[in-house]
């Protein structure tokens, strides 16, 4: 029986989770201790993410995820996050999964400090608005996790506290709609950035994540354009329709100006509407695959010893056929709303 030391235990976990674990624990313990030691409950401009004094410490916008201001917070997050990273950093490697972390956590909380200067425009109260309100933690790292999840496995069932299964594909959106419960009794901060981090990591991972193991004419891909990820998809059926307009117009602009880098043109298909290289591309990967299989299955190809030894009347002027499979990466650029409404 194999027994692991607690440092072939550490040893064991990838590079950027055991950094990003270690982080977590120092910085909301030394977090803790001043509030301990102060014995006050106003915020900490140069650890979290207070919007009305952050420009002057702007590394906040990304340092603040590794604030977590309860031990129950803390607690939650080493249960969640460590596990989910190391998966994702395996399947991944470092440099793609430090990207995709930091730009739903920057993103999120440049959107966060944005509404709340908005609000203050509105309602001119500055002590809630902008110094009354403190962003951290890792809540958009959370609903991160949770959305490449529903990327990678969508159909894999969790259970939860023993009791309740789930696909994982249905966690992402319930997560939303706890954010909004709580933004709505008044909870805003810091549970907005749950919804901030749910659109701008699906956007990350639909559009702008690098993919090193596919490559379509000698260069890499971006993003999951397949249908089956497409944002109209976390909604319930009777939005689609405005979901798609919207998604659609969004996406339309976005590529006008040179926003979303390109996923590849399937110049065959030659299609303009979302969605419809990528499915061309699929419905000729079927063709193939059936032509040849009839190929393999035909007796007539099979012919006896004397009879392949003779030579065929057309075999110094004919090629042998070759089936060209394609790439399923082979597809045009997917609007946001994609087509699966069809």
């Known amino acids: 029986m194999a027994v692991f030391s607690p440092v072939q235990l550490i040893a064991s976990v990838p590079p ?67 596990p989910c990273l190391r998966y994702l950093e395996r399947l991944w490697g470092a440099v793609e999964t430090l990207k995709f972390i930091a730009a739903t956590v920057i993103f999120s909380n440049i959107i966060a400090f944005g509404l709340n200067w908005i609000e203050f425009a509105v309602l001119r109260n500055a002590d809630l608005f902008l110094y009354g309100m403190q962003y951290h933690g890792q809540m958009a790292v959370q609903i991160g996790v949770l959305v490449a999840f529903t990327q990678l496995i969508p159909e894999h069932q969790v259970q939860l506290f023993g009791v309740f299964r789930a696909r994982v594909k249905t966690l992402p959106m319930a997560y939303v709609t706890f954010s909004t419960v709580m933004c709505i009794i008044g909870f805003q901060c810091p549970f907005i950035l749950i919804q901030f981090g749910w659109l701008v990591s699906w956007i990350w991972l639909r559009f702008y994540k690098k993919n090193t193991s596919e490559t379509l004419s000698g260069g890499p891909t971006y993003g999951d354009r397949s249908e089956t990820f497409a944002l109209v998809n976390s909604f319930p059926p009777f939005l689609h329709t405005p979901i798609t307009f919207l998604a659609n117009t969004t996406y339309k602009y976005a590529s006008r100006f040179g926003l979303i880098p390109s996923g590849g043109a399937d110049l065959e298909a030659n299609h303009s509407q979302p969605g419809s290289a990528r499915a061309e591309a699929e419905r000729r990967r079927a063709m193939a695959l059936k032509a040849l299989d009839q190929r393999l299955a035909n007796p007539a190809n099979t012919s006896s010893p004397a009879q392949s030894s003779r030579p065929h009347p057309q075999a110094s002027s004919t090629k042998p056929e070759t089936t060209k499979i394609p790439d399923e990466n082979e597809g045009g650029d997917l609007g946001t709303g994609g087509q699966a409404t069809r």
């Not at 982080?23 to 900490?44: E, G």
């Not at 420009?55 to 309860?70: I, K, M, N, Q, R």
């Open 16 to 82: 950027l989770t055991r950094f990003f674990t270690v982080a977590t624990v120092s910085i909301s313990l030394f977090y803790l201790y001043l509030q301990w030691k102060s014995d006050a409950t106003y915020p900490l401009p140069y650890l979290t993410l207070v919007p009305g004094t952050s420009l002057f410490y702007p590394w906040t916008f990304f340092t603040s995820v590794f604030v977590e201001t309860t031990i129950y917070e803390l607690v939650f997050t080493l249960i969640c996050i460590p």
